[in-house]
């Protein structure tokens, strides 16, 4: 009779794909933050080792890229979705807006202040994966142009860019730190503005339509 030792009866080692890592870390940063969140717990939560883990991603910057990768990636086909969803270019535009502000200070906070505080660089290697974001910007303020929405003598590389630094001046600037404002009458007062800015007398209709108070 065969002499069956311990380890023959010892469990397999836990079998999960890389995507599957990826949704499991990408959940748990999104939800706890970039800094709470720690190799040790991915490992517990998925079963692998953290050796594994290292040979996978290098180390914990490389697995919180490749989240940043997947998340950008998700959120670039649910603001293109958003855009094919809206009516006009305006409303394309003025819900790009409210939808990353909501992602950034109502449902992912910390996980974005975290980003912003510790990981400015890695956001901004991350330029190729948010090209689809700019190139959505692009071609909505340059259809709007054609449709009578956007003043047609702006430029559109140049309102980008603009919107872009507003935004970040809030995200990650100590400029309106001192104001005591929500970051939300902070985007009233800065990108919103931009974008009536950008209006002509018929896409300024169309902004009241969508926000009076504007």
């Known amino acids: 009779m065969e002499n069956i030792t311990p380890d023959k009866f010892s469990m397999p080692e836990t079998e999960i794909s890389k995507a599957e890592i990826l949704d ?27 050796k594994t883990v290292y040979k996978l991603f290098g180390d914990k910057m490389g697995l919180l890229k490749a989240c940043l990768e997947k998340h950008y990636g998700e959120m670039m086909v649910d603001l293109r979705l958003l855009g094919e969803a809206a009516t006009d270019e305006v409303e394309a535009l003025f819900g790009l807006l409210n939808r990353v502000s ?41 259809s709007g142009k054609q449709q009578g929405f956007f003043v047609s003598t702006i430029n559109n590389e140049v309102s980008f860019i603009a919107m872009q630094h507003l935004y970040s001046g809030i995200t990650r600037g100590q400029i309106y730190r001192g104001l005591g ?32 108070t504007l």
Do not use: H, V
């Open 24 to 50: 499991i870390a990408l959940s748990e940063f999104l939800k706890s933050g970039t800094q709470s969140f720690t190799i040790q717990e991915l490992t517990d939560l998925t079963g692998i080792s953290s």
């Open 102 to 142: 909501q992602l950034e200070f109502e449902i992912n906070p910390k996980f974005y202040s975290d980003l912003n505080k510790f990981y400015p660089q890695l956001q901004d290697d991350l330029k190729n994966t948010l090209r689809g974001i700019e190139q959505f910007f692009l071609d909505t303020i340059e």
């Open 181 to 212: 404002l929500p970051n939300q009458k902070l985007i009233a007062n800065t990108s919103m503005i931009y974008l009536r800015g950008m209006c002509s007398a018929k896409g300024l209709e169309r902004l009241e339509q969508l926000n009076p």
